[in-house]
């Protein structure tokens, strides 16, 4: 597609359970970043990959967030045990330069 | 760490004013971009800034690299209330030798229009 593609676009999950969030970025675009934001803050940052590796993954906040990408393209953010303070909207942007493009994001409620 | 400390938080303005909001950093860096966030949207990335002093504008838009590389603002002229959103600036940093970028992003500025 032109843009960058998230799914699914909401997301409700018990606590508790693991839940996979996928970010599609623009083709040809060697960076990929994770963001999550919090009802009414700014933009926190999760990881970075560029090609399928990780050079910064200092923002993941607990052990139970983990991210990879495979062939330079998809990406999918996984949360194990979910819990009530993980729900946020999580971002995707990918860039081939310094400009990066957002996703729409993906809503994640855990009730 | 890096600090980017945006302001004004949030703006109330009446339709048709003028609009000033600004960021600043604790450290020097390459490029400022200021991107907008509609409710329930990603954000978009409005104007890219690459050198001290550079002035860009994108239609009512008007953002410059501050002299010093330490600052950045943003202006939109005639407001409408499209105009509405949260605006986020952000600079970049390269990771060492990867020729790659990291984004740090400021906490935004909410703008309200009133018609």
């Known amino acids: 597609g032109a843009g960058v593609s998230q799914s699914p676009s909401n997301k409700v999950t018990e606590k508790g359970k693991d839940v996979e969030l996928r970010c599609d970025p623009i083709?040809?675009?060697?960076?990929l970043y994770w963001y999550r934001q919090s009802l009414g803050q700014g933009l926190e940052f999760l990881i970075y990959f560029q090609g399928n590796s990780a050079p910064d993954k200092s923002g993941l906040p607990s052990d139970r967030f983990s991210a990879e990408r495979t062939g330079g393209s998809v990406s999918t953010l996984t949360i194990q045990r979910t819990q009530q303070e993980d729900s946020a909207v999580y971002l995707c942007?990918?860039?081939?330069?310094?400009?990066?493009?957002f996703g729409q994001g993906t809503r994640l409620t855990v009730v | 760490g890096q600090q980017l400390n945006q302001s004004p938080q949030s703006m109330f303005i009446q339709e048709g004013e003028d609009v000033s909001m600004n960021c600043t950093s604790s450290s020097i860096f390459n490029t400022w971009l200021w991107y907008k966030q509609d409710p329930g949207e990603g954000p978009v990335l409005l104007i890219a800034l690459y050198k001290a002093g550079e002035l860009t504008s994108n239609g009512r838009l008007t953002a410059q690299f501050g002299i010093t590389r330490k600052d950045s603002f943003l202006n939109i002229s005639a407001s409408i209330p499209s105009d509405v959103g949260i605006y986020f600036c952000?600079?970049?940093?390269?990771?060492?030798?990867?020729?790659?970028?990291?984004?740090?992003f400021g906490k935004g500025t909410k703008l309200s229009v009133i018609p």
């Open positions: 942007a990918s860039s081939l330069y310094r400009e990066a493009f």
């Open positions: 952000t600079h970049t940093r390269t990771y060492s030798g990867a020729g790659s970028y990291q984004l740090t």
């Open positions: 083709s040809g675009h060697t960076a």
